[in-house]
């Protein structure tokens, strides 16, 4: 069963790179379980150096028998129109059975659309690879892990690649070959990158990659538990997240948010300030190593999914925790 993984895009302004190498590599190792053929697909605006140095790496990854680099204008910024219409060409010619990406907003735009264009079923939201035709993945925000099979020869799945090893690299790369789209021109819909956003310009780590993560939920919504919350992860070097409803009532950005409509992650450490714990938030840190709750209610749903926990406001728990770091906190 030959496998394609659209490699997954690193985030603008992130690292500088073109493609989120760990990600991609999670991708691959979950691809090879399918006992197939693997190749990698990944997306350039131009066929430069930087193209290749990205092409090369994912070469590297242990079960990668092909990389093809599409390079074309048409796809810089990965424009989901123009992606899912090279993808769906590339299957067609290729005879792929399984498409895979990540569940995340680009690959979920791109790969939506591409399983119309092929009158595919698509699963999102993958955690576990049993055989070929058959996944693992939670439903009713993460209440059930379902056991679903796919009975259709060709599918599209939507993968959490913080679930999966990444791929280890090896001495011998694979292939890499150049692709030229032979795109429609008369797309259904005409788009054109016009302007893309730089993305979190703090410093902190990547959300995605960070292994210290601090969660502020509605008990940690004043301007000065946040602005504690800040100066803690400045400290620990740790990436900041937010509940929908703090992105909501605009304290964070959307990029901050973790939960079932927002992001997957698994940091090594979760600390959530002012968090209830909601079931559709708890899906998006199950996989975290370690979770630790600040919370005023010793009964909030939050408990029952940390592995440690303190009944306490979050913003003296934030001010406690700097001054045992040794970081000059405002008096009461």
Not at 77 to 100: F, H, K, N
Not at 104 to 131: Q, Y
Request: with cysteine; aromatic share 4%; glycine share 8%.
């Amino acid at each position: 069963m030959d496998v394609l993984v659209l490699a997954a895009r690193d985030a603008p302004g992130a690292s500088g790179a073109l493609v989120d190498e760990e990600r991609t590599a999670r991708l691959v190792a979950a691809a090879r379980r399918f006992s197939g053929v693997v190749d990698v697909l990944l997306p350039a605006a131009a066929d430069d150096g930087a193209a290749r140095m990205a092409a090369d790496g994912l070469a590297a990854l242990q079960g990668v028998r092909r990389v093809w680099l599409a390079a074309d204008a048409r796809l810089t910024g990965w424009l989901a129109e123009p992606l899912a219409a090279l993808l769906a060409d590339v299957v067609r010619c290729e005879g792929y059975a399984r498409i895979i990406g990540d569940s995340s907003l680009a690959h979920r735009d791109v790969l939506a659309r591409l399983a119309g264009l092929l009158r595919a079923p698509a699963l999102t939201d993958v955690v576990d690879i049993i055989d070929a035709d058959t996944v693992r993945r939670p439903m009713y925000a993460g209440d059930i892990l379902a056991t679903v099979g796919i009975r259709s020869e060709l599918a599209v799945l939507l993968l959490r690649a913080v679930a999966f090893a990444p791929a280890e690299k090896i001495a011998e790369e694979a292939a890499v070959e150049v692709v030229v789209p032979e795109m429609p021109g008369n797309l259904p819909c005409p788009v054109e990158l016009l302007e893309e956003e730089a993305g979190d310009s703090s410093g902190r780590p990547d959300l995605g990659r960070a292994r210290i993560v601090l969660g502020m939920g509605r008990g940690a919504m004043d301007t000065e538990s946040r602005a504690l919350l800040l100066q803690l992860a400045e400290k620990l070097g740790a990436a900041v997240a937010a509940t929908r409803a703090v992105v909501d009532e605009g304290l964070a950005p959307n990029d901050w948010q973790v939960g079932q409509t927002g992001k997957q992650i698994a940091p090594a450490l979760y600390i959530a300030f002012g968090i209830s714990g909601a079931h559709q938030h708890l899906a998006g840190i199950a996989d975290a190593e370690t979770i630790i709750a600040v919370n005023t209610d010793a009964d909030a749903p939050i408990f029952a999914a940390a592995d440690h926990g303190l009944a306490m406001d979050a913003r003296k728990a934030l001010k406690a925790l700097l001054a045992e770091l040794g970081e000059h906190v405002p008096d009461e």
